[in-house]
């Protein structure tokens, strides 16, 4: 199966209400994307502000010094000067769109049918005489007539155009439908290849995106955390995991997707709820007991794939949902044993407990001495202590990141505090590496922009 990656998260992406991405991190990004693999970066319209241009141009010079290996496109209307400037840029490719849909016709362009088809050819055989490549995109092409369509598409493609994008601009596609279409604009217009535009209005982006690959088209348009104009388009994620498991292709590394996030989480401000598919924090930790029951006995029972293949590790979280299994092994992990009658107790205790959203390790151990009159702490004396101070980023809400540390393995207390740091976290371990694993955990976790770790020495 022939499919790529067009990323938009510098263009589309930045389209997102509230997000402005600095020149840094415009570079910044685009390398961290063509290190993914992507096969396309849309790295902006560089018509719309000096800093966007000159975004472009560095990341072009990247692109020259081989630090970049995509395809770099830029953004145009169709529009002579927009090209004129693109072209100045010396990108792979330009990618000029124009609304086609009679609602778009009418209300932005003021054009006729016919009136476009002629700005159309005019403006992509101007980007091409520029000598660069051409991609024409039909806005809101799913709103548009389809025997009109194909006429867009056959005059960009005579204009020059190798690629023509069908965007779903408002994102009403669904998945046969989109099959239909790319493989009825395939087989009418033979000579250029096709792109999916899919926003995520109806939340059915990805689908739709992989529908199109079924009906013929070669690039998929994607952004990191599928930012975009309102709800966003395809999230480069999900659709990567989804063409891995479904036709077992690599679009991307898929085990770099959590760092782009990251970085794109980061610099967006926008923050990825923590039930995102694939990259957020709880993508691959489970929590009924029937579900910890079955991941314990074999994890294919509640995991599509392999947490390891995101480079992600599985995790489970005790509350009144959890079960024996999930206890069992918590207790084990911790060194303690209970006999069965015990461990129902403790069972017991945390199912009549109400609104307690997490047992940390501690809690449990409080509560297995309740039950069983022995003095379970201080744990073994060889664990080390340490108190990690952890700065959060800026637009960052301070309570999401506590509640994701919350849940670290080995993390015992979270507290919000104020001052030079924003949070501090007790953290307790078997020995140097396995606390050189929670330090990283927390380190990782979106929000967290540096950490200061003091190791416990004595305590009174
Ligand atoms: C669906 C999508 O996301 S497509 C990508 C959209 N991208 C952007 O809008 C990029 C950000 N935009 C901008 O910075 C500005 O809108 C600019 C620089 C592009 C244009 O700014 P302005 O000239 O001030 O115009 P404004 O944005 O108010 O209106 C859009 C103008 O572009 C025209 N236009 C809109 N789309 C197109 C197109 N695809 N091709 C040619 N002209 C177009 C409109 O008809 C309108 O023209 P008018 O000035 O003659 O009325
Ligand atoms: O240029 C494209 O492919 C898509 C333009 C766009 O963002 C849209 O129509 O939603
Ligand atoms: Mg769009």
């Known amino acids: 199966m022939k499919v790529g990656i067009l990323d938009s998260t510098l263009r589309e992406g930045e389209q997102t209400p509230g997000v402005v991405f600095t020149m840094e991190q415009r570079v910044e990004i685009a390398k961290a994307l063509s290190d993914l693999g992507v096969s396309m970066i849309e790295a902006g319209h ?4 000096p800093d966007i241009y ?16 995509s395809e770099i496109l830029g953004h145009s209307r169709a529009v002579k000067r927009d090209v004129e400037i693109a072209s100045e840029l010396e990108v792979d490719r330009i990618a000029i769109f124009y609304g086609v849909s009679d609602i778009h016709l009418k209300a932005k362009t003021k054009t006729t049918r016919e009136e476009a088809l002629n700005v159309i050819a005019d403006v992509v055989g101007y980007a091409k005489a520029h000598g660069v490549k051409v991609r024409f995109t039909a806005e809101d092409a799913t709103r548009t007539d389809l025997n009109y369509l194909v006429r867009v598409a056959k005059t960009a493609r005579d204009a020059g155009a190798d690629r023509i994008s069908i965007a779903d601009t408002v994102g009403i596609l669904y998945p046969t439908k989109t099959r239909e279409l790319f493989s009825y604009l395939v087989r009418e217009i033979p000579g250029v290849e096709f792109d999916i535009h899919a926003h995520n209005d109806l939340g059915m982006a990805v ?7 079924e009906g013929g088209a070669t690039i998929i348009h994607a952004t990191v955390n599928g930012l975009g104009e309102r709800v966003g388009i395809v999230a480069l994620q999900s659709v990567a995991a989804a063409l891995k498991y479904h036709f077992n292709v690599e679009v991307v590394r898929l085990d770099k997707l959590v760092s782009v996030s990251s970085l794109v989480e980061k610099y967006s401000g926008i923050p990825t709820p923590p039930n995102f598919p694939i990259t957020g924090d709880y993508a691959f930790v489970h929590k009924a007991g029937v579900h910890v029951a079955g991941i314990l006995s074999d994890p294919r029972t509640y995991e599509f794939m392999p947490p390891e293949t995101f480079g992600r590790s599985r995790d489970y979280v005790i509350d009144k949902y959890t079960g024996k299994h999930a206890l069992k092994d918590r207790f084990e992990r911790l060194g303690v044993k209970l006999d069965d009658r015990e461990m129902e107790q403790v069972l017991a205790k945390i199912k009549s407990s109400q609104g307690t959203r997490y047992f940390r390790d501690v809690d449990l151990l409080e509560i297995a001495e309740e039950v069983t009159g022995k003095v379970l702490k201080p744990r073994p004396p060889e664990r080390i202590e340490a108190v990690v101070s952890v700065k959060c980023g800026s637009n960052v809400y301070t309570t999401s990141v506590t509640r994701r540390l919350s849940v670290i393995p080995g993390v015992k207390e979270v507290m919000e505090i104020s001052g030079d740091y924003d949070i501090v976290v007790r953290v307790e371990a078997r020995d140097s590496t396995e606390l050189n694993n929670v330090i990283e955990s927390i380190r990782s976790v979106k929000g967290v922009e540096s950490t200061l770790t003091s190791l416990v020495l004595k305590k009174m």
């Open 46 to 49: 560089p018509a719309v502000s």
């Open 207 to 213: 689908a739709n995106a992989l529908a199109a690959v």
């Open 54 to 69: 000159e975004g472009i141009k560095r990341i072009v010079k990247l692109k020259r010094e081989g630090e970049i290996t």
